[in-house]
């Protein structure tokens, strides 16, 4: 009994490790048989659908082609085929990759027809240079370009415009100061010379009037009574302060000893004057 029952216990054990022992042969056996599938159907596929069959090619690794027992002039043959298929693809460094493997008494003439489809590849999708793509970005890039130096020349059109605007609106501000300046200051003169006037007027003396008073009532004369300010000194190339005065009381209809007892000079002063004043007298 006691026997029966260490058989009984050894039994399980065998019976897993057969079991085990079976799966570890179908786990290695499987990849092998799956990769020789794999060849088998894209051979088959080769000639009928060769994208689909370059799909499981390239599935396959590249120990496994040399592991299936096939013939060398099949496993050239496959290699020639995914090569070709890789070159037409657009891929000539895979395709490349693969007729490295053709031995080398068959390599020139593959080398040839890689070549040759690499020669047709290249004339099928033309020079870089020529492609219409190429030239449609050149294109774009150009006006891109020109589009740039436009604006970039119209914002420094702008700026310079801006800049003179503001020189001129400055300009315009300082010259409307000035205006404002010599308008105050020729209201404040002619303000003064109309007083002086008035009192003249009024039978006042111009006693102790400064040269600055006389230069304002001169002026004052020649805003209100600007053609005969040009009549009365036409005749002379030049005058003095006290000469144009002379001139303009003699003009106000005063005698020469109304001007001298205005002017609080003497008699030969007043001669004095009518003398130089001939000197200047124009031919």
């Known amino acids: 009994m006691h026997k029966i029952f260490h058989q009984t216990r050894a039994f399980p054990a065998g019976c897993a490790l057969v079991c085990f022992f079976t799966l570890f042969v179908i786990a290695c056996s499987h990849p092998k048989d799956e990769q020789e599938r794999r060849i088998a159907e894209a051979r088959r596929l080769m000639y009928h659908h060769p994208d689909s069959a370059l799909k499981l090619f390239l599935q396959v690794p590249d120990s ?26 657009g891929h000539p460094q895979e395709a490349k990759r693969w007729l490295d493997k053709v031995v080398d008494g068959q390599r020139k003439e593959y080398q040839q027809r890689l070549d040759e489809k690499r020669g047709a590849l290249y004339r099928t999708s033309g020079s870089p240079y020529s492609h219409p793509v190429y030239w449609g970005m050149m294109v774009i890039l150009a006006v891109l370009l020109a589009g740039v130096l436009i604006y970039e020349r119209k914002e420094r059109q702008v700026k310079d ?24 200051t020729t209201n404040e003169q002619l303000g003064r010379g109309r007083q002086w006037m008035e009192r003249l007027e009024q039978g006042e003396l111009l006693k102790n009037i400064s040269i600055e008073d ?41 005698t020469d000893k109304d001007i001298q007892r205005i002017l609080l000079v003497k008699s030969s002063t007043i001669r004095n004057y009518r003398l130089r004043m001939n000197r200047n007298r124009r031919v």
């Open 64 to 89: 496994t082609f040399s592991a299936v027992g096939m013939e060398d002039a099949e496993l050239q043959s496959v290699y020639v085929f995914c090569a070709d298929q890789l070159l037409e693809h």
């Open 161 to 184: 415009l801006h800049s003179s605007v503001q020189n001129q609106s400055e300009e315009i501000s300082l010259l409307t100061d000035q205006i404002h300046h010599l308008r105050n």
């Open 214 to 254: 006389e230069q304002c009532f001169v002026d004052y004369y020649t805003f209100v009574h600007p053609k005969d300010f040009q009549r009365i000194i036409q005749p002379f190339r030049s005058l003095s302060l006290r000469h144009t005065t002379y001139l303009i009381l003699s003009e106000m209809g005063y």
